[in-house]
């Protein structure tokens, strides 16, 4: 059963266009929600995060919306840049304390590709 | 860099044979997570750690053991290696209070 849903394995975008990667989650309880950035061959890098009591974070070109009535979750990049291309991962986590211990579930994960 | 290495890279190993791959890190951290990365699955939680000699079970931990004996070194034994068990291998550290991961750049394993 898979907790946590990236449906979109890839997606294509014009430089300077908007990216915008979706994910949805199926566990009421995760309540601390982030995006893993990840280029071949490396190790996935931690990208943004937000919390269940917020429903939007920015930082710089990067956004992360949450609707937790839908239990969906998106990151907006604007403007995208070819450095970008990457694997995107969203994970979810109930908040760490009692036997959580911080788990993440992840997503299977959405290829973006900007083109020049 | 990031104060967390394993080793080994890259690995070929045959069916029906032990493997241990590392993790070592610097940070001092308390929680300790093996995952594993496959196309169409993403990662998949295999075994964590708590703390020295405390460890648990995740999603997939059927075929792998572990091992954390001091703060800095996670091990994970692939008791009697199978085919399905060919995958990239990542290990991840966090210190309390703090919700990111840091990863290490994977183990790539192959059962042949």
């Known amino acids: 059963d898979q907790q946590v849903k990236q449906n979109s394995p890839s997606l294509s975008v014009q430089e300077g266009r908007i990216s915008i990667l979706n994910c949805d989650y199926t566990?009421?309880?995760?309540?601390?929600f982030l995006w893993y950035k990840k280029y071949p061959a490396e190790g996935p890098t931690f990208l943004i995060s937000?919390?269940?009591?917020?429903d939007k974070n920015e930082d710089g070109r990067f956004t992360v919306f949450l609707n937790k009535s839908a239990k969906h979750l998106s990151l907006h990049i604007v403007p995208s840049q070819p450095g970008d291309s990457a694997v995107y991962f969203c994970a979810a986590s109930v908040r760490a304390g009692g036997t959580s211990y911080g788990k993440l579930t992840f997503g299977q994960g959405t290829i973006l590709t900007v083109h020049p | 860099d990031a104060g967390i290495t394993q080793s080994p890279r890259h690995k070929v190993t045959e069916t029906g044979t032990p493997v241990t791959l590392r993790c070592h890190q610097t940070?001092?951290?308390?929680?300790m997570y093996w995952y594993r990365q496959d196309p169409g699955h993403g990662l998949r939680l295999i075994h964590y750690?708590?703390?020295?000699?405390?460890?648990d079970k995740g999603e997939v931990s059927d075929g792998y053991s572990v091992s954390r004996s001091k703060t800095e070194d996670f091990l994970l034994t692939l008791e009697s290696a199978t085919s399905s068990q060919t995958s990239v291998y990542f290990c991840?550290?966090?210190?309390?209070?703090?919700?990111?991961?840091?990863f290490g750049s994977g183990t790539r394993l192959t059962v042949v």
């Open positions: 991840a550290i966090r210190g309390g209070g703090h919700y990111g991961y840091t």
């Open positions: 750690s708590y703390g020295v000699k405390d460890t």
């Open positions: 940070e001092n951290h308390r929680y």
């Open positions: 566990n009421s309880m995760f309540d601390y």
């Open positions: 937000i919390s269940s009591i917020k």
